[in-house]
């Protein structure tokens, strides 16, 4: 059983109001860029390229889920299509949805074949002399 001393209650308004202002201000200063809502880039994002940085630019895409992109994309491959974005743990459908403005997923990269050797010139036979 626990008990309660009245006797230990610690009264709110013991506290001067000026400091209470000044606490409440501070939090409020501090919480407000973690409710502000996140402006969505303003060109698309290549998931097969972007870093954790450019991916938190996404809506609904935070440090976990930019690492869980990045950690599936260096595992797996490719995104081959924006779908693929579904086999991610935190990735919904509806997710995926208020994210699909905002990316793409490019073309892989050509592989450029390796440069040709250029053989030396092949010295030309001089013509037979004529008798």
Known sequence: MVCISRDRKTKLSS????????IATLFLTLALPVFASKTPPTHPIDINLAGAKELQELPGVGPNTAKAIIDFRTKAGRFR???DLLAIRGISETKLEKMRPYITVGAPPQKTPPPVKKSPPTPQ????PNH
């Open 125 to 128: 036979a001089s013509p037979a």
């Open 15 to 22: 506290v001067p109001a000026s400091i209470l202002g000044a």
């Open 81 to 83: 299509r924006v779908e």
